[in-house]
């Protein structure tokens, strides 16, 4: 396959892309200063979707912006002239007041000066748009060994700080009032977040760009908290989706020469869009509170959807292994012995997979029964499940016979073609009852929907026919219906 | 609550502290306050004693907030002397669990409810003053207690099942009840309650104030708690604080309420009505002088 745009060749094996990749001296710095710089904005940007404060890391970009300007006029790394200004801007907003969230009129005055400012500073350096150009949008692969040394410093000296002031600050940023009569001083830890969003920022426009921080500074934050409503899972959520933009848009630029942040603001973006699609968390409704049993029941059911993805991940993996496998030795396919030799791997995975979903079709069982017994309307998604258990063991049963028959038939004639005689339509009434175990996994599911007033749970119900999805949405569903509760008054209810 | 009662500790009261029977939880002697350069209200003179639980009552804007401000130690008296638990009041005293009448949170917040309410937590305390030292720096080694603290403060209002609930999801009632376990977690001897009642509907208010009367008797701490309306209150109370008009007057919620004593307070007539149940209902005065102030 050759290069998409203008880029280096792409071959589809990942390993030897992120060779060629670590390959080039320019892309090593820019992954390494991405690495500290997503590290920095996911842990700060946590912070600025608590405070509300998006409006003032808007505004120390720009200000970033004239000071980026000032270090190209007079000969230095923009870096430098980014930091100058946006930690002074930060002081100076920090003193200005409490929260600077709530200080629109005093921010937007002196963010459009200081863009003025900065127009200037470009206008009087000779080499203009270029330079403007990539302070506004990002140069990430301009990043000096020295810039990435500093970067990783800064980035240990913010996670340092961080972690000094964690607790105070997210009290003060929760809770102002409160912390305020707790003795905290709201001032200064309003000034050291400031501060440090200014040190984040600077580092961030390089490869981002001034207009584009956002996708650095809020973006990843604002997913995270949709995720997870604990804040040091937040935050962790929101360094590993930062990470993952600037790795996928770094990787995606080199193979095809357009600009790395415009992939970086896509990836974050595509990735805000799909949990906003799913929904996360969110869900505003007056709730009841909930018999323990059924609580119990809910958390097994969330469980086995979530086995249940684990075995259809494990069997597509293990499906593509097996395929590999036999496009190498095509001979092996309807040969056991031969399978062994050369698709052992394969074999051990949806072995695995096996296993993983016949603890999901258990942990299934045991959620309904559960709930069967607060409720007659989970009585007959217990049946199934309990006839789908048969099934799988059918299904077990009835490969066995047919894997042994086919090996012995390949030893010695005897018993061989009973064993496969038996063993097909054992497999295939194996699999009609498994099937009907997944139908009452859909029906169970479909009503709880109801009952909690989750789509997420009905969409799973529906597509449980397409393994993958269908478990992954439908443990979404059980695990928001297990933090939510059902809404009050719900029409299916547990009596 | 009688005052010559003894006294229970408060749960979890550091051992050790000897608690002063009788000596007055606030007391305030001629204070003056001012919002702003006006005064807001002067020649105030009350006690609360331990273990007591006291509404502060009055129309909008007649420096409710300001007194609770100013037993935080976030505002000062401009002349008069007031003290808490025997000493001037100082911000940062961890013998005060205080709710706001607003918070910052809101159908935004993702936050897990146990979460919130452990933010409350003092956590480690050293040295022999037992002085909470509220900034936790760094790393915190006393993870467990700070659990059970907050189960326990959950538990005593009644939500232990939000725990693990997000803020977002709550409705009004259920989320006072996080801010009263936030404020109770670090077992304080006194409770600053602005407003907790309002936007509840009757049984709601009424649930919350049998919870927060538990409580007063329960762990034995004393109670301030602003309201506009004191029917919810008055069978529990044992002082209301009056604040209109510039003056404050305190007492026994019968001794108070009454046309007399009100119309003394606001300088014009105002007549104290009961109906059939009891209920009590204010005619007049109301907005005499309810805009000014803070």
Known sequence: MSGLGNGIPFSWNLVTDVRILWSYEFMRNAVEAGTAIAIMAGIIGYFVVLRRSSFAAHALGHSGFSGAAAAVLIGAAPVYGLLAFTVVVATGMGFLGRRASARDVEIGTMLAFALGLGLLFISLYQGYDQEAYSILFGEVLGISTTQVALTFASCVGVLAVVAMIYRPLLFASLDEDVAEAKGLPLVGLNLAFLVLLAIAISFAVQIIGVLLIFALMVTPAAIAVRLTTRPLTAVVVSVVVALTAVWGGLFVTLFTNYPASFFIVGIAFVEYVFIRGIGGLRESSVLQAVDATERDGVRVLRNASLTGSLAQVLLLGGAALLTVSLLAYPGAAWNPSALYVHALGALVVLGCAAVAGTVSALLYFSGFRKLAALSRDYSSPAFFTLVGLLGIALTAGGLALYVSGVTLAAVSYGLAPAAELFGIPLLFLGVVLWLVGVFGQAVGGWRLGLRYGESALRTGALLIWVPLLGYTISFLGYRRALVQGPPLGSAATIS | ?294
């Open chain 2, 1 to 294: 609550m009688d005052a010559d009662l003894p006294h229970p500790p408060a749960y979890g009261a550091p051992a050790g502290i000897p608690r002063r029977l009788g000596s007055p939880a606030v007391a305030a002697t001629g204070v003056e306050v001012r919002y702003r350069n006006r005064i807001v209200w002067k020649d105030a003179s009350f006690e609360v004693l331990p273990g007591e639980f006291v509404a502060v009552i009055g129309p909008n804007g007649a420096g409710k907030t300001t007194l609770f401000r100013m037993l935080l130690g976030l505002h000062w008296p401009s002349s008069g002397t007031l003290s808490v638990f025997g000493v001037r009041p100082h911000r940062g005293n961890y013998r005060i669990g205080y709710v706001p009448q607003r918070h910052t949170i809101d159908q935004d917040t993702h936050l897990e409810c146990d979460k919130l309410v452990r933010l409350g937590y003092p956590g480690t305390r050293w040295g022999p003053d037992q002085r909470w030292r509220p900034l936790q720096w760094g790393p915190r080694f006393r993870l467990a207690a700070e659990r059970e603290a907050a189960a326990k403060a959950l538990e005593d209002v009644g939500a232990s099942d939000l725990a693990d609930r997000p803020l977002s999801g709550l409705s009004g009632g259920e989320l006072q009840r996080i801010f009263l376990a936030e404020a109770l977690v670090g077992n304080p001897e006194m409770l600053l309650l602005d407003e907790p009642l309002s936007n509840l509907d009757i049984r709601r208010s009424r649930e919350l104030v049998e919870t927060i009367h538990g409580l007063v008797i329960s762990r034995g701490v004393t109670t301030l708690l602003v309201a506009h309306d004191i029917n919810p209150l008055i069978k529990c109370l044992d002082k209301v604080i009056y604040i209109a008009n510039g003056r404050v007057a305190t007492g026994r919620p019968h001794e108070v309420l009454t046309t007399e004593t009100l119309s003394g307070l606001y300088g014009v007539h105002v007549e104290v009505l009961h109906d059939s149940r009891n209920n009590i209902v204010i005619v007049g005065g109301e907005d005499e002088r309810g805009e000014e102030g803070a």
